[in-house]
């Protein structure tokens, strides 16, 4: 009768005496949905997931994130219903995870976003046949994000140990080689950082990766960034680390390595053959 307060405060009370009188939270969620009333359709959907650990709560959940009724609402308000799901379906922990990350780019809650997914990760164990393709993009994307120039790395430092960890288990063959390298090349740089466990880890994995063409052009469009960010700044890069770069995207050339003691001549003999210094 358009009182909707009223309404709106009648079907929840009936919704927490008895939610599982038949239809309640069907009612409740249609009539939401008809007066637009998405924050009350969000916490219902929450609650009920929770509550019924039924996967079709979540994926209306996931149909309310992609539909952008979620952007504005905490990051841990929905900790305990990915970690619920996680327990439930990991395929689809992963949709809503991802469902959420995509919603909270390009907005405030971004970071705290970042936060919450990769605190969340490390309390998150999959079996060696769980593939996790659209989480190991989402955190190969983020960082590259994080690390292209835009932000200040006193910015984001304190995301990136957890954010590397989590990478480097959620990671597709594929990404394993440059997962692994992210991680030794952030230690490199800041060695209290990183836990000598994962550095370890993630020299087993780079040793054990097969040889991958994505990985080297991933590589090479780092190192594109890294000179365009040079010149802009005015730095000038010795031209022997693109030809170096050049050389390694393509290892079906043959390579030589010449070696000897300090003073055996090795630079004037490579001199020789090149026909320069």
Request: glycine share 4%.
């Amino acid at each position: 009768l358009g009182k909707h307060a009223k309404a709106v405060e009648s079907i929840k009370h009936a919704v927490d005496i008895n939610p599982d009188y038949p239809d309640v939270t069907d009612v409740a969620r249609v009539f939401f949905e008809d007066q637009q009333d998405w924050d009350n359709a969000v916490e219902l959907a929450v609650n009920e997931a929770i509550r019924t650990e039924s996967l079709s709560w979540f994926m209306t959940l996931e149909d309310y994130v992609e539909n952008g009724h979620t952007v504005k609402i905490k990051p841990n308000y929905f900790r305990e219903g990915l970690m619920t799901l996680s327990n439930i379906d990991l395929n689809r922990f992963e949709s809503l995870a991802t469902a959420l990350w995509n919603s909270y780019k390009q907005t405030d809650l971004y970071f705290p976003w970042l936060e919450e997914i990769n605190d969340l990760m490390l309390n998150i164990e999959s079996g060696p046949s769980c593939v996790w393709s659209k989480l190991s993009n989402q955190f190969r994307g983020t960082y590259f994000e994080l690390i292209n120039g835009t932000f200040l790395i006193r910015e984001f430092s304190y995301l990136i140990p957890s954010h590397l960890t989590n990478w480097m288990k959620v990671s597709t063959a594929s990404d394993a080689a440059i997962a692994s390298s992210a991680v030794l090349a952030w230690s490199e740089m800041y060695p209290s950082d990183m836990e000598a466990s994962i550095i370890n880890k993630a020299e087993t994995l780079l040793s054990r990766s097969a040889y991958d063409q994505k990985g080297i052009e991933d590589g090479f469009k780092l190192f594109k960034s890294i000179m365009k960010w040079a010149g802009s700044e005015g730095l000038l890069l010795d031209k022997r680390f693109e030809w170096i770069v050049h050389e390694l995207q393509n290892l079906n050339q043959y390579h030589l390595m010449i070696t000897g003691t300090e003073t055996s001549g090795k630079a004037s003999f490579v001199n020789m053959l090149l026909d320069e210094e």
